[in-house]
């Protein structure tokens, strides 16, 4: 599968089952859709702002609220695969993207995958393994949040520079060359522990370090 990035601002996801996995992607997708999740329990689990519609719809029922909701996407996550098997069927007549909660590795189910996410805004970092390792992608998650604590600081700090250089003629090959030395900089990444202001002070410091640098 080819990873991409897709706005689902003013799109409504529909998520099929109330348990553990829906709620938690229901979560996932309410940060920019509009999420309606259709369960016949919802038990105290949170859904984020999520429409809760207390349902039990059975396999013949997926046409007439897939209609009803007009989702870009379908989530099935119930535990019932033939109520599962409606939806996805239902969802792919209509056009819409389908992820399957009992996919268990097999993409022949739907064709999204929701990848273990770490989000510093503006860096997103996404890790899928086929369903094959959700353990090995929450410890590569980990990992990444462990290291690469301040990524939406340094990517903030290495776009102002790129423009702060580009502003005052510094070449384009240079300008590179400023931005990699500041990225691979252990110097800058623990600056930014103490903030963004000491960040960009190491990081001028270490751009300085470069042959030909204006500044």
């Keep these: 599968m080819i990873p991409l990035m897709h706005d689902f601002e003013g799109e409504t996801v529909l998520v099929v089952g109330g348990g553990p996995v829906g709620a938690r992607k229901a979560r996932t997708f309410a940060t920019e859709a509009s999420v309606v999740v259709l369960s016949p329990e919802f038990a105290d689990r949170a859904f984020a702002d999520a ?5 039990a719809p059975d396999p013949e029922d997926a046409e007439e609220w897939v209609e009803r909701t007009d989702p870009a996407l379908v989530v099935a996550a119930t535990d019932d695969s033939a109520l599962n098997d409606a939806f996805t069927a239902v969802a792919e007549e209509h056009g819409a993207l389908v992820n399957r909660a009992d996919d268990h590795g097999d993409q022949s189910f739907g064709n999204v995958v929701v990848p273990a996410t770490v989000r510093d805004d503006p860096v997103t970092l996404a890790i899928a393994t086929g369903g094959r390792a959700p353990a090995l992608s929450k410890h590569l998650r980990e990992r990444f949040e462990d290291e690469f604590g301040n990524a939406g600081l340094m990517a903030e700090l ?12 510094v070449p384009p090959a240079e300008r590179r060359d400023a931005v ?6 252990r110097e800058v990444w623990k600056a930014l ?14 751009i300085g370090e470069l ?4 500044t």
């Design 158 to 169: 290495v776009g102002d520079l790129r423009e702060d250089l580009r502003d005052r003629g």
């Design 180 to 185: 990699r030395l500041v990225v691979r900089s």
């Design 211 to 214: 042959p030909g640098d204006q």
């Design 51 to 55: 429409e809760k519609v207390r349902a």
């Design 193 to 206: 522990d103490s903030g963004r202001y000491k960040g960009e002070q190491v990081a001028r410091d270490v």
